[in-house]
């Protein structure tokens, strides 16, 4: 079982900025892609970013292209996502996904383990 567990949310105000982390537990010999979600009130779960294991590949939900940047530093199984230029629209749950595999995947289901989840809330 992988355990995640997400920080660094919170509230700020429009143009702001925020940098949540995920902290995976170890999983000697495997490679996997990660992956970051949100979920606002009454929504579905909707992709954000994901990567690589190696970080070289990221893809990005059209939304949140040019504001936000997901990367990772796989000595401390940690992956983040800064995210600037913050909009009331980018308020939700975010919850980091680990995959099983180091494939690139923008639909939930494809992701077996997640964290709990962090509040982002931006006001105008």
């Known amino acids: 079982q992988v355990e995640l567990v997400e920080s660094g949310g919170g509230s700020v105000h429009a143009e702001g900025s925020l940098r949540l982390s995920c902290a995976a537990s170890e999983r000697a010999g495997v490679k996997y892609s990660m992956a970051w979600f949100r979920q606002a009130p009454g929504k579905e779960r909707d992709f954000v970013a994901t990567i690589t294991w190696s970080g070289v590949t990221t893809v990005y939900a059209d939304s949140v292209k040019g504001r936000f940047t997901i990367s990772r530093d796989n000595a401390k199984n940690t992956v983040y996502l800064q995210m600037n230029n913050l909009r009331p629209e980018d308020t939700a749950v975010y919850y980091c996904?680990?995959?099983?595999?180091?494939?690139?995947?923008?639909?939930?289901?494809?992701?077996?383990?997640w964290g709990q989840g962090t509040q982002v809330t931006v006001s105008s």
């Open positions: 996904a680990c995959g099983d595999r180091d494939w690139l995947h923008t639909v939930p289901t494809e992701y077996p383990y």
